[in-house]
């Protein structure tokens, strides 16, 4: 039975797909993306999580390290990423709660058996599973595994994707999948480079080989102000969605929420400066989406 790495299982979501869902986080993603809200998802491997508020400086965690991964400075604890094997005896020697490790490894009977608890909701709603990440389909066992497993039992199946994989992955899954949320972060390709660490253009050619099968997909552009919301890119992004024959599209408004989260991690945010848009943007980019003859929701 295929295993694979999750970072959270959400339940009642309402922003992943239609209806009541829950929403299960693969980890590892091939983008880093500068405003990625889940930081925590990009990496493969587990996660140590230091919340430094909370540490009451006991040293616990460092005597029970045999890794010697964990170490005081003058600059209060030092954990080395690499020394770490994430076994997890100082989260459970931590009287504080001050670290946490992120990542479970369970297979797929496992994520169908939790799913399956909220069956009720998603007949009642018209919802479902949705996988998301990081990137679902760098585990594309797994995540072939789980589908196989939810369309056995008639549950509606959503996949969020990046796009970056290769088609073969695609080709595997497609049949699986009720919906695909597909993100379209950049339609330049320098930029896009730039600001997600590759290029778009595996991406738009999946985009284009999975509307031509006739899979349902909607469109999700994050607005990133100074980096994506230019005229020039929303009419690059409605151009290309109109000649693959898709109406839906979801824009989503930075937030800089996650700014924290970075430091739990160990990761550098590299647009601290950047404003949220404000309502009245977010509704002026509606209309132009509009304008191309598009279905425009302002969310997830
Ligand atoms: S998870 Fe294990 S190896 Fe890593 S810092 Fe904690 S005790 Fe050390
Ligand atoms: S065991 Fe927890 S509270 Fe104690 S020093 Fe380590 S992180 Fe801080």
Redesign the pocket.
């Known amino acids: 039975m295929s295993q694979g790495i999750i970072f959270n299982i959400q339940k009642y979501s309402l922003h992943d797909g239609p209806g009541i869902r829950t929403t299960v986080f693969l980890k590892g993603c091939p983008l880093s993306c500068w405003w990625c809200h889940n930081p925590e998802s990009q990496r493969k491997k587990g996660e140590?999580i230091f919340l430094r508020k909370k540490c009451i400086l006991c040293r616990d965690?460092e005597r029970?390290?045999?890794?010697?991964?964990?170490k005081f400075t003058e600059n209060g604890l030092c954990?080395?990423r690499e020394?770490?094997?994430?076994?997890?005896?100082?989260?459970k020697?931590c009287p504080s709660e001050a670290?946490e490790?992120l990542g479970k490894k369970p297979d797929v009977d496992e994520i169908v058996k939790e799913v399956e608890k909220d069956r009720i909701f998603y007949d009642e709603s018209g919802g479902g599973v949705t996988l998301s990440g990081g990137e679902p389909l760098m585990q594309i066992d797994f995540v072939d595994g789980i589908l196989t497993a939810l369309k056995e039992r008639g549950i509606h199946t959503v996949v969020d994707t990046s796009g970056y994989t290769s088609w073969e992955n695609f080709k595997r899954i497609q049949e699986k999948v009720d919906l695909f949320l597909y993100d379209i972060k950049h339609m330049d390709d320098e930029e896009h480079t730039k600001y997600t660490g590759i290029s778009n253009k595996l991406i738009l050619d999946n985009l284009k080989k999975l509307a031509l099968n006739g899979n349902k997909i909607w469109i999700r552009v994050p607005i990133i102000p100074s980096i994506n919301d230019d005229d020039l890119n929303i009419q690059r992004v409605c151009n290309y969605i109109l000649s693959l024959n898709l109406r839906d599209i979801f824009i989503l408004p930075y937030h800089n929420i996650a700014i924290d989260k970075y430091r739990r991690v160990d990761m550098e945010y590299k647009i601290p400066d950047i404003q949220e848009p404000s309502n009245k943007k977010m509704e002026e980019i509606a209309e132009k989406f509009k304008e191309c003859g598009l279905i425009v929701k302002i969310g997830g």
């Open positions: 140590f965690c029970v390290c045999l890794k010697a991964a964990v954990h080395d020394k770490c094997i994430l076994c997890g005896e100082c989260f020697a670290i490790i």
